[in-house]
Nanobody, 126 residues
Framework: DVQLQASGGGLVQAGGSLRLSCAAS????????IGWFHQAPGKGRKGIEG???????????YYADSVKGRFTISKDNANNAVYLQMNRLKPEDTGVYFC????????????????WGQGTLVTVSS
């Protein structure tokens, strides 16, 4: 079974940093894309927004405009892990962060991702 586990969330002051990790297992796609998604407080499933994604083979990356210059996505192919370094955090970055995987190389639309892990909560205080 495909499994994704996000971790690294926590409470941080505005301007601070966090590093999220996504551990993936149970699939053997030749190439795939892992994305990070944000669900703000009070937003339902339809409110989930794509933040960043990276392809396994070529390292192709996508970033939402709201995080460009602040967040950096990276990968560790040997361990099937993807990381999201979040710097200069803002209160509006608060929410649950999910990682998800899709077999085709893809962008950031949540609907294109097939497998989702449990999220990790990030709280940014002002």
């Amino acid at each position: 079974d495909v499994q994704l586990q996000a971790s690294g969330g926590g409470l941080v002051q505005a301007g601070g940093s966090l590093r999220l990790s996504c551990a993936a297992s149970g699939f053997s796609f030749d190439d795939y894309m892992i994305g990070w998604f944000h669900q703000a407080p009070g937003k339902g499933r339809k409110g989930i927004e794509g933040i960043s994604s990276i392809s396994r083979r070529d390292g192709l990356t996508y970033y939402a405009d709201s995080v460009k210059g602040r967040f950096t996505i990276s990968k560790d192919n040997a361990n099937n892990a993807v990381y999201l370094q979040m710097n200069r955090l803002k209160p509006e970055d608060t929410g649950v962060y999910f990682c998800a995987v899709t077999e085709p190389v893809y962008g950031l639309a949540p609907g294109g991702y097939d497998y989702w892990g449990q999220g990790t909560l990030v709280t940014v205080s002002s």
